[in-house]
């Protein structure tokens, strides 16, 4: 019964491999988010997006790619990972109408780069 | 940069006490929003406020909108042991994606037995 679910929950990688993080959603929402929080706790917003479509592309390296095949499930995918990739991020979803400003957030996957 | 600031950083009380977290902000909103992240989790949404609303209340939370100050505040009444946790103040701009939240910088609570 979990509403934001996300995979794996800890991923310990090296330096320049390439590694994907999931996110399926149950609420019926219409619009899924990617989040990165580092270790300050400062959470910013990297993507958005609403029915498979883009909609918000923040400043991110093209390193990294979204991919929606369904409006219950947004992934994404890093490229040639980096130290300073390592932090905890964080999928949310939200409906695209009335209340659309609230957002559920999944647990997070916590990304250590060596 | 755009992140809210938030204070104080870092807050402890006892058990029963009032906790109060302030939150700054810099552009124009259409509303802000109080989140609650436990140690390891992901963030739970408290409650919304409008830009046209000045004050909101929701069971054991009160939380204030000042527009012209650009500011507001998250005050926890009869604070148990499992509200510690970090609180975070995230703004939806006004005018173009409402959904866009911006984030502040949290204020870690510890409400000691």
């Known amino acids: 019964d979990t509403a934001v679910s996300q995979t794996p929950k800890y991923l310990v990688t090296q330096m320049g491999n390439d590694k994907s993080i999931k996110c399926e959603q149950n609420?019926?929402?219409?619009?899924m988010y990617w989040y990165k929080q580092d270790s300050k706790k400062f959470l910013k917003i990297m993507f958005s997006y609403n029915n498979k479509e883009l909609i918000i592309n923040e400043t991110v390296p093209n390193r990294f790619s979204p991919k929606s095949p369904d409006k219950a499930h947004l992934n994404l995918h890093i490229n040639s990972l980096e130290l300073g990739d390592s932090a905890v991020y964080f999928c949310?979803?939200?409906?695209?109408?009335?209340?659309?400003?609230?957002?559920?957030f999944g647990p997070g996957t916590r990304l250590l780069v060596l | 940069s755009q992140q809210g600031e938030e204070d104080p950083q870092a807050l402890s009380i006892q058990e029963g006490e009032n906790a109060t977290m302030n939150c700054s902000y810099k552009?124009?909103?259409?509303?802000l929003q109080w989140y609650r992240q436990n140690s390891g989790r992901g963030l739970v949404h408290l409650i919304l406020?409008?830009?046209?609303?000045r004050e909101k209340h929701s069971g054991r939370l009160r939380v204030t909108l000042d527009t012209s100050k650009k500011s507001s505040s998250l005050l926890i009444t009869a604070s148990r042991a499992a509200d510690t946790a970090s609180y975070f103040c995230?703004?939806?701009?006004?005018?173009?994606?409402?959904?866009?939240?911006?984030f502040g910088t949290g204020t870690l609570l510890a409400v000691q037995p």
């Open positions: 949310a979803s939200s409906f695209d109408r009335g209340g659309k400003e609230t957002q559920y």
């Open positions: 609420l019926g929402h219409d619009t």
């Open positions: 995230a703004t939806g701009p006004y005018g173009g994606a409402t959904n866009k939240l911006i």
């Open positions: 406020i409008r830009s046209n609303e």
């Open positions: 552009t124009s909103i259409n509303n």
